[in-house]
């Protein structure tokens, strides 16, 4: 059964950062895409950055793009990392990460992203860690 571990900093100053990565327990699958989440109290969970099973892919929401960088970890494999720079306000969240199996993750890069931000598509996720940004 795959299961995803996540570990990495929860803490950080505004406009500091941190590293969140995300372990795939058990490679069942070839080809899937990693998405990270988060989720702020009262709000709806809503999809951060993603990137494909090649690391080939990635994307981002408007709201953290040029601050989150997700990218394969090159001395663990099977683990993706989510780099959070320049923390704002905005960014204190429950951070989830989820993976979702797809025949060919392209194409859903590319074109229409609304399966790529939509949660509902993610069948494993990890455990989620409150992040924090403070003064």
């Known amino acids: 059964q795959v299961q995803l571990v996540e570990s990495g900093g929860g803490a950080a100053q505004i406009g500091g950062r941190l590293r969140r990565s995300c372990a795939v327990s058990?490679?069942?699958?070839?080809?899937?895409?990693i998405g990270w989440f988060r989720q702020a109290p009262g709000k709806e969970r809503e999809g951060v950055a993603f990137?494909?099973?090649?690391?080939?892919?990635?994307?981002y929401a408007d709201s953290v793009k040029g601050r989150f960088t997700v990218s394969a970890d090159n001395a663990k494999k099977n683990t993706v990392n989510l780099d959070l720079t320049m923390l704002t306000t905005e960014d204190p969240a429950v951070y989830y990460c989820?993976?979702?199996?797809?025949?060919?993750?392209?194409?859903?890069?590319?074109?229409?992203?609304?399966?790529?931000?939509?949660?509902?598509?993610?069948?494993?996720w990890g455990q989620g860690t409150q992040v924090t940004v403070s003064s």
């Open positions: 989820a993976q979702a199996h797809v025949v060919y993750p392209p194409g859903w890069f590319e074109g229409p992203k609304g399966r790529l931000f939509n949660e509902h598509e993610y069948e494993v």
């Open positions: 990137i494909s099973s090649s690391h080939d892919y990635t994307d």
């Open positions: 058990v490679a069942t699958y070839d080809s899937y895409v």
